[in-house]
């Protein structure tokens, strides 16, 4: 028997077997809850990988999957069309910041992030100017495709992948007292013509949960403004509601030339993507010449029931009361995080919208220190789905969250702290 051998024959996303070779069998869900097959039930404290937006199997967004079921299940989306996503695609441009008048789907964040850039390049090439470099955020994740993967930080998630990746220009984070170095190395990038700027606006997820202020994401989208830079913001994470307004650009009244979004797109229940952008940069693939068009599918580009569930999702933002479920799981966030201000166990707690995260201060830091996988193990085992970046915890959970539910994560988050002294 080999030595990789286990109990199952799948292979798992960001996982190193030979250390977690088994994987907790999940049966059922409801809300913001989790039920194992064995019975155990677990808080899903990170929104299943931050996709979960209202709660699991929320009745409207189930609804509309099963009626669509009886009316068409898939269609190529080269040359036919369908309703669900002709009218996804008209609500999602009056939804969004206005002059995002195009959508192209795709199936992933990561995809759509590899559409945006494809769109960028392609802007330029059929222009006939020559901009081909690409500029990204320090610390910033953007997918695992080969373009995901190229802007965003080296590191683990992409060391072994090396010989495929382009190189990129990093612009340093804009840390806390030091916004204004990241401006002045923007304007100096932007001057010798870029193509494009990849950026997570106001929060970097997988970088560290590392926040920003508007202000600069303002500034860096008029730096960009002026010196004809395409500006592409990679709402993936942040979309549909996570930093507490629908779309994080908004907190910055900024408009970027090309948006990415998926995750929250139809509250979590099936991958759909779009990659929304501006009007010059469609007509700039529009032409009779074949060879400027959009090179870019999936077989499943535009799937008619992710297309429904969308539509659903948005009749929640639209009709329900999913921003004042928003605000109250904002407020939730902030009244238990507050506690571990000063708390010398912790450093730097933080909150942006509906999300909260805090770092353990151990002496290992990086997504592979030792210490991540340890406390996924002890929130495991107190009914937690909490996932750390190395010593950073993070809670971002389903907005239909309570606050008993949110007592319950942050009471296992003060004991790690004892559990990770225990350990070093």
């Not at 910041?97 to 330029?124: C, H, N, R």
Request: net charge negative; aromatic share 8%.
């Amino acid at each position: 028997m080999s030595l990789a051998a286990s109990s199952s024959p799948v292979w798992r996303p960001f996982t190193q077997h030979a250390l977690q070779p088994d994987a907790i069998e999940i049966a059922e869900a409801e809300g913001a809850w989790l039920t194992a097959k064995d019975g155990v039930r677990y808080l899903d404290a990170i929104s299943s990988w931050w996709v979960i937006s209202h709660g699991h199997r929320r009745s409207e967004i189930m609804r509309a999957i099963r009626d669509q079921t009886e009316r068409l299940d898939q269609l190529i989306f080269a040359g036919f069309t369908h309703e669900p996503a002709e009218t996804l695609a008209r609500r999602l441009v009056a939804l969004t910041p206005q002059g995002l008048d195009y959508v192209f789907y795709s199936d992933s964040g990561s995809t759509s992030v590899e559409v945006a850039i494809k769109m960028a390049l392609g802007f330029w090439r059929n222009r006939g100017e020559n901009r081909t470099r690409i500029l990204a955020l320090e610390h910033g994740y953007h997918g695992d495709t080969v373009g995901g993967m190229s802007t965003s930080a080296r590191g683990p998630f992409n060391a072994s992948y090396a010989p495929l990746l382009y190189d990129v220009e990093r612009i340093p984070f804009p840390a806390a007292g030091r916004e204004q170095a990241t401006l002045y190395a923007l304007e100096a990038a932007c001057k010798a013509k870029p193509a494009a700027l990849v950026a997570e606006p106001l929060i970097l997820g997988a970088g560290g949960m590392l926040i920003y202020p508007p202000s600069v994401l303002r500034e860096m989208r008029a730096i960009c403004a002026r010196h004809g830079v395409l500006f592409i913001a990679d709402e993936v994470m942040t979309g549909f509601g996570r930093t507490g307004t629908l779309f994080a650009c908004e907190q910055a009244n900024v408009v970027p030339d090309i948006a990415c979004y998926a995750k929250g797109l139809t509250g979590g229940a099936l991958p759909l993507a779009v990659t929304m952008c501006s009007a010059e940069i469609f007509e700039a693939h529009f032409s009779e010449d074949r060879a400027k068009a959009l090179f870019h599918s999936s077989s499943f580009t535009a799937n008619p029931i992710a297309c429904a569930a969308a539509l659903a999702n948005l009749d929640i933002w639209e009709k329900g009361d999913a921003r004042e479920t928003v605000a109250r799981t904002c407020a939730l966030q902030e009244e238990r995080i507050s506690r571990f201000a000063n708390d010398a166990r912790f450093r730097n707690a933080r909150r942006i919208g509906t999300i909260t995260a805090l770092d353990l201060a151990v002496d290992e830091e990086g997504y592979l220190a030792t210490i991540g996988l340890e406390l996924m193990r002890f929130f495991n085992a107190r009914g937690l789905l909490l996932r750390p970046l190395g010593p950073t915890i993070y809670v971002l959970p389903p907005y239909c969250v309570t606050g008993e539910d949110l007592d319950l994560a942050y009471a296992a988050i003060e004991e790690a702290a004892t559990f990770a002294g225990r350990i070093a």
